[in-house]
Every structure is written in C-alpha cells, then in structure tokens.
C-alpha cells in the first residue's frame, strides 16, 4: 500500500486517485452549481443534470472529499430538485 505498484483495485495508483478525486468533487460542484443556478431552466435540462449528479455520485460514493461536497451541495438546493429522481434513489 503507498508503493509504486499499490493500487486500490481501481487501477490507480496514490498520485491518480488523488488527482481523479479532485475532478470528480470539480464535477460534483458543478452540477450543484448548475442546478442552483437553472431555476428557470426547462425541467427536461434539470433533469439531466440531476442524473448526471447522481451518477458521478453513485460511482464514486467511497470518496470522502466527493461526500462532504455531496452534503453541502445537498443543503444548496430545493428539495423539489429530487422529486423527478425519486424512481433512481429508491432503485439504489
């Protein structure tokens, strides 16, 4: 673990990780701020943009920095955000 050849079983090494890390919270934040900010999108827009969240979520939930953003992007939204995604939170 921490050598040269250690990977997490994910096929990246320390360096990688971390730097993947760093892209998939940037994406995180993205799409929180894309949502805050497209109230007066069309819903189909919101939508993708939703999924998209919870699909970056979805496959990286183990990530510790992704959770943290995840809780404080949470809190940045409206709740009615979330009721066209219902089907996909409760099939995870």
Do not use: H
């Amino acid at each position: 673990m921490g050598g040269d050849g250690g990977d997490g079983g994910d096929g990246l090494n320390e360096k990688e990780s971390k730097s993947y890390s760093v892209f998939v919270v940037d994406a995180c934040k993205g799409f929180f701020r894309s949502l805050e900010l497209g109230i007066t999108r069309p819903i189909a827009d919101k939508l993708q943009d939703t999924l998209r969240l919870l699909t970056v979520w979805f496959n990286n939930g183990e990530m510790e920095d992704l959770n943290v953003e995840m809780e404080k992007g949470l809190e940045s939204v409206s709740v009615d955000t979330w009721l066209f995604v219902i089907p996909q939170l409760i099939a995870r």
